[in-house]
């Protein structure tokens, strides 16, 4: 089942008009896709492509020359939007911040954002030198080093990054907010926020409880770890505050996830609502794209944030109502 599109509208028909006269017009949903030149994003502008009656697909990349992939799929150069989520955090509050005028653009008239940007670590690989030795000599609990491209830590991509995105959303007047971020965010620590000390998780949670206050009205989805099979397969299965954590395995392809970051667009069932999926191992029920049937796994539950909350009630009330 596809996601609807926005509207379909029968005409009125003067009454001498034969019924097969009739053409019902459908107008399509505009969304943006911003980190569409990453893994996920990539899969999220396919899947969008792929139902072009129902979206019209606008997608924010670093720079058009690593959009070559999103082309090749059929996305006109002209729905390409150059947006340095980097330099534009760089610049948040300033009077003038010209790398987020792309996005500013881009989101006129959007009813969607779906928000597929992320910190990426780096490995250090004169730390794999002593992970090799280990495995040679049976040494247990010796792992890589990671760090952070300056400029592009989790505290400036997954947090005032993020929050830049949702501010200019709530300006724009764009009508649901989909965040793809990650689970373990009840976790203070989880090995995630271990890598390069870069607390990912934490502020990534920090700014889900931004959107949440925003008053945007958002869907969160927080995969498991991600997979590049494809998708399509195995069945989805949604909990709240990592229980899924406890399942084995507790993974889900990328492509799955695009294809749910989509059809929660305009779902009420997913409206204002955050919530964990992976998927069951193979041969344990099947995939199903009935949206709401998925979604209604939730029982009407969502993430309680006052789980590791990253703030306190009354500073997060004052940021978001600015």
Not at 97 to 109: I, Q, R, T
Not at 123 to 147: D, H, M, Q, W
Not at 232 to 241: A, H, I, K, N
Request: glycine share 10%.
């Amino acid at each position: 089942m596809l996601a609807r599109p926005a509207h379909c509208i029968a005409p009125q028909r003067p009454a001498a008009v034969s019924r097969r006269a009739v053409v019902v017009r459908c107008e399509k949903k505009k969304v943006v896709v911003s980190g569409a030149g990453g893994r996920t994003g990539q899969l999220v502008v396919k899947k969008l492509l792929e139902q072009k009656d129902n979206f019209s697909v606008i997608a924010t990349v670093r720079s058009k020359g690593s959009a070559g992939k999103l082309t090749s799929a059929g996305l006109p150069e002209s729905n390409l939007v150059e947006f340095d989520l980097a330099a534009a955090a760089a610049a948040a509050g300033s009077a003038s911040n010209a790398a987020a005028a792309g996005l500013a653009a881009a989101l006129n008239g959007a009813d969607a954002l779906v928000i597929a940007t992320s910190g990426v670590p780096q490995i250090k690989y004169l730390s794999l030198i002593p992970v090799i030795l280990a495995k040679i000599t049976g040494k247990e609990g010796v792992r890589p080093e990671f760090s952070w491209k300056q400029g592009q830590q989790p505290e400036q991509i997954d947090w005032l990054g993020q929050k830049l995105q949702i501010d200019a959303a709530k300006a724009a007047g764009v009508k649901q907010v989909v965040l793809i971020s990650s689970m373990g965010g009840t976790d203070p620590n989880h090995p995630l926020n271990k890598l390069g000390d870069g607390n990912i998780l934490q502020w990534k949670r920090k700014a889900e409880q931004y959107l949440v206050s925003s008053g945007v009205p958002y869907t969160i989805i927080h995969p498991g770890g991600l997979i590049d099979e494809a998708g399509g397969s195995r069945q989805l299965l949604l909990g709240v505050d990592d229980k899924l954590l406890e399942n084995n395995p507790r993974n889900i392809p990328r492509a799955d996830v695009a294809a749910l970051a989509i059809g929660c667009i305009g779902l009420k069932e997913a409206l204002n609502k955050s919530f964990d999926a992976i998927c069951a191992p193979a041969g344990q029920g099947s995939f199903s794209s009935d949206w709401a049937g998925v979604v209604s796994q939730l029982g009407g539950a969502s993430c309680d944030y006052s789980i590791n909350s990253q703030w306190a009630d009354a500073e997060l009330a004052a940021a978001a109502a600015k």
